[in-house]
């Protein structure tokens, strides 16, 4: 479990950073992404994107409209292969946003993530 955090800690480190090739590096080339703001800025996903070039247009995207979009790490949670990370979602001009997101790891690669929030 301990390793499930160390790569829950390089995800923050790399969205707060907004290093986009440090985060795909975490991703296996197949992952899986759903998140309710995809479903609002792309409409056509539903909410869902599958693999690292999409990955990529998603968040330089997100980069670019939010340039200062960072994330606060209230807590982690590791159970086998998944790993429950809750965060503050911070972006100047915008209510902070409560976020939850699981992250299924295999291999020491990010398979799928799910982002929760209202």
């Known amino acids: 479990m301990n390793d499930l955090k160390k790569i829950a800690r390089k995800w923050f480190d790399a969205f707060n950073a907004h290093d986009i090739e440090m985060l795909l590096a975490l991703y296996d080339d197949q992952a899986e992404h759903y998140s309710p703001k995809l479903k609002?800025?792309?409409?056509?996903?539903?909410?869902?994107?599958?693999?690292?070039?999409?990955?990529?247009?998603?968040?330089?995207?997100?980069?670019?409209?939010?340039?200062?979009?960072?994330?606060?790490?209230?807590?982690?949670?590791?159970?086998?292969?998944?790993?429950?990370?809750?965060?503050?979602?911070?972006t100047p001009g915008e209510t902070d946003l409560r976020v939850g997101e699981v992250l299924i790891i295999r291999n020491e690669k990010i398979i799928a993530s799910r982002v929760y929030h209202s």
């Open 40 to 90: 609002v800025h792309q409409p056509e996903t539903n909410g869902l994107i599958k693999g690292k070039h999409a990955l990529r247009d998603w968040w330089t995207d997100a980069f670019k409209r939010l340039p200062q979009l960072s994330y606060e790490l209230l807590q982690l949670t590791a159970d086998g292969e998944q790993i429950f990370m809750e965060y503050t979602r911070h």
